[in-house]
């Protein structure tokens, strides 16, 4: 069928939310079957809805691009292989029939596909050849244009913040944002405040959300504002 009949959802599950911070490698794996057994909620309610998961570099692609020598490139990749090895198991686990697809190797055309065939597509942060960063938040941003997607950003926080220090339920422009949140220390790709920038610089609306409360994911893929409503589309 025309793949024009559904509705999307874009989900990002970053890498703060679904890695331990601090520590090198690590992976909340509690945290991770309670997000994919939510997602699996979603999946079995809406047969007319279509989810794309992606999730972020964390602990893990971060740290080892954060690490220049000769070896970056390949530790960056087989990091993010192994992250995602471990998020597609778990989401394998709950019934979802997740195919990954490496940032390295992204084009809009092969998550076409694996929507047509069915497939939910799950896509990482990745490194290239050219040792550059493909960000998750970017190729979120380009597949919630293209498919015209409701965007969703998990993350470990509860939102934006305020000058006030209160979550802004919604940010019609970035420069309202008091105290940005602190983008983890080896973060490559620029954390919280780039992301905003790009989902107002693509006049999109999205929805950041603090993925690691219970309920919240189901919550966002039925479309509640539980967090900060980006809105770059006026
Ligand atoms: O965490 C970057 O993806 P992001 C992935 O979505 C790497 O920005 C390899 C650092």
Redo the contacts with the bound molecule.
Sequence with gaps: GSELAYDYRVL?L??SLITCKDLPRCVRLELLRKVSEEIKKFIDENPNEKIIL?????S???Y??SIFDDSRTVR?SE??QELNYMVTKQLLKSGINVISIP?KFYTFDIVLNALEKGLVPLI????KFDAS?????DMSIDIAKKLNARLLFAIDKAGILGRDGRVISELRRIDEVGRLLQANYY????GISSKIQKIFENNLNAMIFDGSKAGNIYLALKGYNIGTLVRGNP
């Design positions: 990002k970053g890498g992606l999730h972020g570099g964390g893990f692609g971060h080892e691009a960056t990091a993010m940032g990482y942060g990745d490194i960063i493909i960000s998750a938040d973060d490559v790709t620029g």
